[in-house]
């Protein structure tokens, strides 16, 4: 499941390099003059790959436990993936870099926790709702990063986020073993 996390990470990877390149003149207008505006598309592109990975992993799958494992994991492999293009292109390691790299971590693990939430519970699975679970999760993003440029306190958000992470662990635990997804 890592791998899955890493070949979503290279899509997105892909997707934000192939808008760049191309440059769908308006956009890259937008973006060169909005550090907001380029924030938000990464979010965008990153949680539309890790949405599609998730989603398209566990159609067939009807362990609820197992579809909620296995999206921590592959949010782990898009986070790991993500932490090692950045020690590549700054291989300077500070205290500092081990809280950026945390945070990547936390967001990408709690954004895939969220879809294996919603694809492990008992909700019809309706594209409306995929639809909202998947902006939810562009929105933690993109207030994540906007939170880190404007020097938000990382420990106070990096606790907020472990907090939330042991709620989303907690309804986890919830889920029975044995009980299966409607079809």
Known sequence: ???????????????????????????????????????????????????????????????????????ILIGAGFALFEIFLNILSRPESSLSSLFSYLGLFLIHVSTSSIFGLYFSSRIKRVPLGIIVIFLFNTLIH?????????????????????????????????IQKNHSLPR
Do not use: H, P
């Open 1 to 71: 499941m890592i791998l899955l996390g890493i070949a979503a990470a290279l899509l997105a990877l892909v997707l934000e390099t192939t808008i760049s390149i191309i440059g769908m003149n308006g956009i890259n207008e937008i973006l060169s003059t909005s550090l907001f505006s380029s924030i938000a598309l990464v979010a965008f592109i990153e949680e539309f790959s890790l949405g599609i990975i998730i989603w398209k992993t566990f159609q067939n799958i009807t362990s609820r436990k197992q579809i909620l494992i296995n999206s």
């Open 142 to 174: 993109f207030l994540f990063n906007v939170a880190i440029l404007n020097n938000f306190n990382q420990l106070l958000l990096y606790l907020i986020f472990i907090l939330g992470l042991s709620f989303l662990c907690l309804q986890a635990f919830k």
